[in-house]
Nanobody
Framework: VQLQASGGGLVQAGGSLRLSCAAS????????MGWFRQAPGEEREFVSA????????RSADSVKGRFTISRDNAKNTVYLQMNSLKPEDTAVYRC?????????????????????WGQGTQVTVSS
């Protein structure tokens, strides 16, 4: 499985960006897809995740009401619509796939549970 992320860039505070993450490779049926971010000198941070079959969403409190995750199963693609961006949203954003067969009731926040990762895409929000 390969994950290809795109859509990052430089935007002013209050602006919007839409990230995309397309999966290719073997038959793709993850339990969930997630977005994580990491700013320089900071730990990797959970942003949002969505289950592939039911579309159940889990998001970090810091992005609720501003970021929206969605998926297009036919295109094997997950999106992250980011509105009302703030300078503190500046980070490298990476998508990831949770292919675990273990039973879960909702997407996990733990990055270690995601087994496939896309390359990062830089999001920079200027003040």
């Amino acid at each position: 499985v390969q994950l290809q992320a795109s859509g990052g860039g430089l935007v002013q505070a209050g602006g919007s960006l839409r990230l995309s993450c397309a999966a290719s490779g073997r038959t793709f049926r993850p339990y969930a897809m997630g977005w994580f971010r990491q700013a320089p000198g900071e730990e990797r941070e959970f942003v949002s995740a969505i289950t592939w079959s039911s579309g159940l969403i889990r998001s970090a409190d810091s992005v609720k009401g501003r970021f929206t995750i969605s998926r297009d199963n036919a295109k094997n693609t997950v999106y992250l619509q980011m509105n009302s961006l703030k300078p503190e949203d500046t980070a490298v954003y990476r998508c990831a796939a949770d292919l675990s067969a273990s039973p879960r009731t909702r997407p996990t926040l733990n990055w270690a549970e995601y087994s496939y990762w896309g390359q990062g895409t830089q999001v920079t929000v200027s003040s």
